[in-house]
């Protein structure tokens, strides 16, 4: 089993960015527990960050028939991109949406999401450990389809 982790914008800024938001864990820490996380559960994962929408949109193109599932924090595109949600309907890969901070309590433009419609299910507000979330859920949920 594949999976995809994707990561939007300003995340390669985690550690210094807003801690109080965030947290001061950085995105090359995160990696680390989620590949120690996921060679406990014995999947595969790859991690990218982009600040690029379109290379968002690529990656999740060339998912398909790579990958499994998909982990995504699409960071500030969550709450503006079409063309990710659309990417995401395309490939018809199960995917999970990611956040850090619990997207609901904050500003009232963040409370939208344009990508979840097109997931499993949302994680928001778990800092750090909302990527272990991640992962453990779309594992249950592949694991689920192969016993049916
Ligand atoms: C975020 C929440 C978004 O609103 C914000 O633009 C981010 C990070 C989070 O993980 O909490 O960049 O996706």
Do not use: W
Request: glycine share 6%.
């Amino acid at each position: 089993m594949k999976i995809l982790f994707l990561n939007g914008p300003n995340l390669n800024l985690l550690g210094t960015r807003e801690p109080d938001k965030y947290g001061t864990v950085t995105l090359d820490n995160i990696e680390t527990f989620v590949n120690a996380e996921a060679k406990k559960l014995k999947v595969k994962t790859a991690f990218y960050q982009t600040n690029i929408e379109g290379e968002l949109v690529d990656k999740i193109q060339q998912a398909k028939g790579k990958y499994d599932g998909i982990v995504i924090n699409p960071a500030a595109y969550t709450h503006t991109s079409v063309a990710i949600r659309d990417a995401l309907l395309a490939v018809e890969i199960p995917t999970v949406e990611i956040h850090l901070s619990n997207i609901h309590k904050r500003e009232e433009f963040r409370t939208n999401s344009m990508t979840a419609p097109a997931c499993i299910g949302q994680i928001t507000g778990f800092g750090a450990f909302s990527y272990k979330l991640g992962l453990i859920a779309i594992v249950d949920y592949l694991k689920s389809l192969e016993q049916d």
